[in-house]
């Protein structure tokens, strides 16, 4: 599948929990989020995540630019060793 294929799939809620979280740790980038999380994950813990998953939903993927890495801490970040 090309990863417009795979968006549509999981959009339409054609694989299973387990697949999305295949796909997602594979690649990364192309789940679309949703307040910073995959949006199966937000789905997932919604207040209403079983309608979600009996598909009385369909989630929008986020187009805000979002940074996809954690925040490098101050003291994490290569060369900088404790003192």
Request: hydrophobic content about 35%; overall charge negative.
């Amino acid at each position: 599948m090309r990863p417009a294929e795979r968006i549509q799939a999981a959009l339409e809620g054609r694989f299973t929990l387990g697949e999305m979280l295949r796909w997602a740790s594979r690649r990364p980038s192309e789940p679309p989020l949703v307040d910073g999380e995959w949006f199966f994950i937000s789905a997932y813990l919604a207040d209403d995540a079983q309608g979600f998953w009996e598909g009385k939903y369909t989630p929008l993927p986020d187009t805000r630019d979002v940074s996809r890495t954690m925040p490098v801490a101050a003291g994490d970040r290569p060369g900088e060793g404790s003192r």
